[in-house]
T-cell receptor, first 117, second 113 residues
Framework: AQKVTQAQTEISVVEKEDVTLDCVYE???????LFWYKQPPSGELVFLIR????DEQNEISGRYSWNFQKSTSSFNFTITASQVVDSAVYFC??????????????WGLGTSLAVNP | KAGVTQTPRYLIKTRGQQVTLSCSPI?????VSWYQQTPGQGLQFLFE???????NKGNFPGRFSGRQFSNSRSEMNVSTLELGDSALYLC????????????FGDGTRLSIL
C-alpha cells in the first residue's frame, strides 16, 4: 500500500527563520513521482515541485529547496529565510506507476506553517 | 492562460438534496480529477476523467458521480446528501500523462445543514 506521512501537523516560526517540512512515504513501487503543493488560506492548491523516483538530485528554487532521499523514503522541503507570505498548509503527495488506480495522488495530511512577523 | 475554474464557490444544501459542481480545466488539459478535502480525512481522491471517460475512481459511495464533456469541462454530482458530505471539493486538471502535475481550482465549499 502507498502512504504519505507528514508528521508535523503545525509549525510556527518567526520571519527570517529557516524551516524544514518533513515528508516520509511508503511504496513498493520502484517508479513513482513525488509532489509538494502549497495551500494558502484562499484554498487553491498550488503546485511547487515534482520529483521522479529516479532523480535524486536536490533542487533549489529561490528560497525553496527539496531534499529527496530514497534510502530513507523522504522528500523534505526547506524554506530559507521564511516570510509571512509563506504561511500556508503544505502537502506532500505520491503517485504510483502508470497503471490503473495507482495513477491517483496519495496525499499526506499536510503541515500548517505559520510565519509570524 | 486561465486557470482551473470551479463554480459555485459556496453552496449550502440540506440533507437528502442533490448537488452538481462544475469544473472548467485549463485550456488543453484533457484530464480532470476531483478531490474531497475535510479537516479529519484530508485530501481524498474521488475520480478522474480523461477524454470523457472515467479513468480512475476512489473509494466513495455511488452517490458520488461525475462526467466529462467533449470540451473537457467536468461536473460532479452528489445525490442524497449527508451531513458528512460537507467539505471543500477541489477539481484539478492536467495534460493527462502520468506524473504530470495537477493544477487546482479554488474549490467549492459545500455545507450540508
Amino acid at each position: 500500500a502507498q502512504k504519505v506521512t507528514q508528521a508535523q501537523t503545525e509549525i510556527s516560526v518567526v520571519e527570517k527563520e529557516d524551516v524544514t517540512l518533513d515528508c516520509v512515504y511508503e511504496t513498493r513501487d520502484t517508479t513513482y513521482y513525488l509532489f509538494w503543493y502549497k495551500q494558502p488560506p484562499s484554498g487553491e492548491l498550488v503546485f511547487l515541485i515534482r520529483r521522479n523516483s529516479f532523480d535524486e538530485q536536490n533542487e533549489i528554487s529561490g528560497r525553496y529547496s527539496w531534499n529527496f532521499q530514497k534510502s530513507t523514503s523522504s522528500f523534505n522541503f526547506t524554506i530559507t529565510a521564511s516570510q509571512v507570505v509563506d504561511s500556508a498548509v503544505y502537502f506532500c503527495a505520491l503517485s504510483g506507476p502508470n497503471a490503473g488506480n495507482n495513477r491517483k495522488l496519495i496525499w499526506g495530511l499536510g503541515t500548517s506553517l505559520a510565519v509570524n512577523p | 492562460k486561465a486557470g482551473v475554474t470551479q463554480t459555485p464557490r459556496y453552496l449550502i444544501k440540506t440533507r437528502g438534496q442533490q448537488v452538481t459542481l462544475s469544473c472548467s480545466p485549463i485550456s488543453g488539459h484533457r484530464s480532470v480529477s476531483w478531490y474531497q478535502q475535510t479537516p479529519g480525512q484530508g485530501l481524498q481522491f474521488l475520480f478522474e476523467y480523461f477524454s470523457e471517460t472515467q479513468r480512475n475512481k476512489g473509494n466513495f459511495p455511488g452517490r458520488f458521480s461525475g462526467r466529462q464533456f467533449s470540451n473537457s469541462r467536468s461536473e460532479m454530482n452528489v445525490s442524497t446528501l449527508e451531513l458528512g458530505d460537507s467539505a471543500l471539493y477541489l477539481c484539478a486538471s492536467s495534460l493527462g500523462q502520468w506524473g504530470q502535475p495537477q493544477h487546482f481550482g479554488d474549490g467549492t465549499r459545500l455545507s450540508i445543514l
